[in-house]
């Protein structure tokens, strides 16, 4: 137990309370301490009855059972596993912007939830992290299961196509990439590489709430650079080196 709770603690914060409150809302609702029915997006309810708590617990809530507990074990494993990467990457020491990119990622996926009138959230929005992390790291190569490899820029749509194959549908899925690019495009790409004016800026109070530990520095001012590609050193195996990423064996939750 000692080495779960050292494990769980080095999590960084944000990653781990998300982490934990995809674990807990979902196992709430499978003991039967809350309704389900209480913690899936119903645009009536959440309208009508003003019930505001809906947009937040779906997105943290999914439906463990015989045919989903795959999905959702695949799917906590991406939010560990991307979240925790750009938590500690191009966001180590700024938590208000990654709390922002979560935030603004989350409204995004609540109003397009609310429209199309989608139950649960957590997969969009899991994805939509994922997204943003194989844009800043597109050229990094990246190895799935039976030995493909093949550059993180395409990982999001293998990715979409996998839980295809063992979910039946890809809508979740889609509107993740979709909202994860409409934020790639409108924090990074249009600044950096279209010479456009910055459109999404961190809201100052986060910065009181979650000052910046890097320098004293808040905001990234400009959008980041784009760090040295890591590449692929000879043909050996296993997922340290040369800037592999091998995530294809196991999802084995904790690894790396």
Known sequence: MSDIGDWFKSIPPITRYWFAGSIA???IGKLGLISPMYLVLWPKDFFHKFQLWRPLTST???PVGPGTGFLYLVNLYFLY?????LETGVFD???ADYVFMLLFNWLCIVIT?????????MIPLIMSVLYVWAQLNRDMIVSFWFGTRFKA????????GFNYIIGGSVVNELIGNLVGHLYFFLMFKYPMDLGGRSLLSTPQFLYRYLPSRRGGVSGF????SRRPVPQEQGGGGGGG??????WGHGFRLGDE
């Open 93 to 95: 020491g700024r938590p």
């Open 153 to 160: 820029c395409y990982l999001p749509w293998v990715i979409l």
């Open 60 to 62: 943290l809530y999914f």
């Open 221 to 224: 001012g400009a959008p980041p």
């Open 81 to 85: 596993q991307y979240s925790t990467r």
């Open 113 to 121: 939830g609310l429209m199309m009138d989608m139950q649960l959230l």
């Open 241 to 246: 080196g040369g800037g592999r990423h091998d």
């Open 25 to 27: 809302v979902p196992l």
